[in-house]
């Protein structure tokens, strides 16, 4: 999912499209930071560092490889504080893997980013549902629809930057994404139902920030 | 060589399953933390890369893609492209990820695999490897100006004299490959275990930047802002 370093750089149309990416990766990493209450900092940390591990975990599948992204996960319970959670990650995946590259980072960033916070205002409410078949589906929405989104902007950007030659592949890329949604609808699924037996009010943002401070009076 | 990688991979893969199906049961019994440990545990299995590596036989042009884990990388589009960018030659990965290209020009061929999704590899193939007897591209260096030609020239049968053609024999060179394969092994197990290092120590990077960004929301709190 992550478009490489020099896919786009080498033509006119391509580093605008990289500048655009960058550009709004830049602002929603703004307003993800002042979002970030110093509460949700733990959570932002630890789903950071699941996307960055679930990233380089490749599942081969003709005739191309897919990985988890974890996206709508992060989008139901971070919000726009996905941002800066994904960028940190992207980040030192290429530093560390040459996974996206520095001049791509920002595009990258918002290919995944963008979703997940389209997703936290789709789905969050549901996720968050007392009824638990309306929070499984919600899970389950927000998983599949990150991933389909992120495939529509990445192929968006691809062609915007006028690699044409990707236009086929695109295409075959378009049907992968399909199996990879329903995993990760699967995956986003099972991850709110634990949340919701072992810590329900991770998902139920507005809650998070009341209860610490009722622990500290009581 | 390629059996016994074959073989490890298989059991690693198994591995993964058995600790797969256990985290399946643990999980329906207790359900916290499977699916997080059972990613942890599956990363360096599965984890890859994207490697190129090729060699020249006379006018072509012959090389692998594997993933990270030496794992073949099939039917992955391979293009040549020169100096300047502009693709000479293009093709496909067979079922074991190998190619082959026939070099038109002798020039630095950059080969660049991309398995589509982003991910994709590159090696450039000296040109000096080339044949002389193949046009040079303007772009490109004069052969005679590169210094170690002369190394080189028997191998693709290039030198101008017929009787001297066959200078390295084919066994020759298998023996070579062999030497080169066994080589190439052995740097990719440095390399995986760079790897762990590599995801342990970014998953320390995430949290540290994070606990770093805590302090500092900390310290504004403290002293208000």
């Known amino acids: 999912m992550h478009i490489y370093e020099g896919v786009l750089l080498v033509s006119e149309r391509g580093r605008e499209v990289l500048l655009a990416g960058a550009t709004l990766a830049v602002l929603g990493t703004g307003i993800g930071l002042r979002r970030l209450e110093p509460e949700r900092l733990p959570r932002a940390a630890v789903l950071s560092a699941a996307f960055f591990v679930v990233s380089l975990v490749h599942v081969p599948l003709w005739p191309s490889s897919v990985h988890l992204l974890l996206t709508g996960l992060m989008g139901v319970m971070l919000g726009w504080s996905a941002f800066p959670a994904v960028l940190v990650a992207l980040l030192l995946q290429a530093m560390l893997f040459s996974y996206g590259g520095l001049t791509a980072l920002g595009l990258n960033a918002f290919i995944m980013a963008a979703p997940a916070v389209a997703c936290h205002y789709l789905f969050r409410r549901a996720a968050a549902s007392e009824n638990e078949r309306l929070a499984l589906g919600g899970g389950f929405a927000a998983g599949a629809t990150a991933i389909l989104l992120s495939g529509l902007l990445m192929a968006g950007s691809l062609m915007l930057g006028g690699r044409t030659e990707f236009d086929s592949l695109g295409k075959i890329l378009a049907i992968l994404q399909i199996p990879l949604a329903v995993i990760e609808g699967l995956v986003a699924a099972s991850a709110v139902a634990l949340i919701r037996k072992v810590r329900p009010e991770l998902i139920a943002a507005p809650i998070l920030a009341a209860i610490p401070r009722e622990r500290e009076n009581g | ?225």
């Open chain 2, 1 to 225: 060589m390629d059996k016994r990688s074959a073989d490890a991979k298989i059991n690693a893969i198994l591995c993964n399953l058995k600790f797969a199906l256990c985290n399946l049961k643990f999980q329906i019994r207790n359900s916290k933390f499977a699916i997080l440990v059972f990613f942890l545990i599956a990363a360096p299995a599965f984890a890859h890369g994207i490697r190129v590596s090729a060699t020249v036989e006379g006018k072509v042009i012959r090389g692998r893609v594997t993933y990270q884990d030496g794992s073949p990388a099939k039917n992955c589009a391979v293009t040549g492209h020169d100096a300047a960018d502009e693709v000479l030659a293009k093709t496909e990965t067979d079922e074991d990820g190998k190619f082959s290209l026939e070099a038109l020009w002798r020039c630095d061929y950059r080969l660049e695999a991309d398995i589509g999704d982003g991910h994709g590899g590159e090696y450039v193939v000296k040109g000096s490897l080339l044949p002389g007897d193949l046009p040079p591209r303007e772009n490109n260096p004069p052969p005679e100006a590169q210094s170690d030609t002369r190394d080189h020239r028997h191998v693709g049968g290039g030198s101008r004299n017929p009787g001297d053609e066959n200078a390295w024999t084919v066994e020759q060179i298998r023996l070579m490959q062999a030497k080169l394969d066994a080589l190439r092994e052995k740097l990719e197990a440095g390399e995986k275990s760079i790897r762990l290092r590599d995801i342990l120590g970014g998953l320390g990077y995430i949290f540290g930047v994070f606990g770093l960004y805590a302090i500092a929301g900390n310290y504004r709190k403290k002293y208000g802002h």
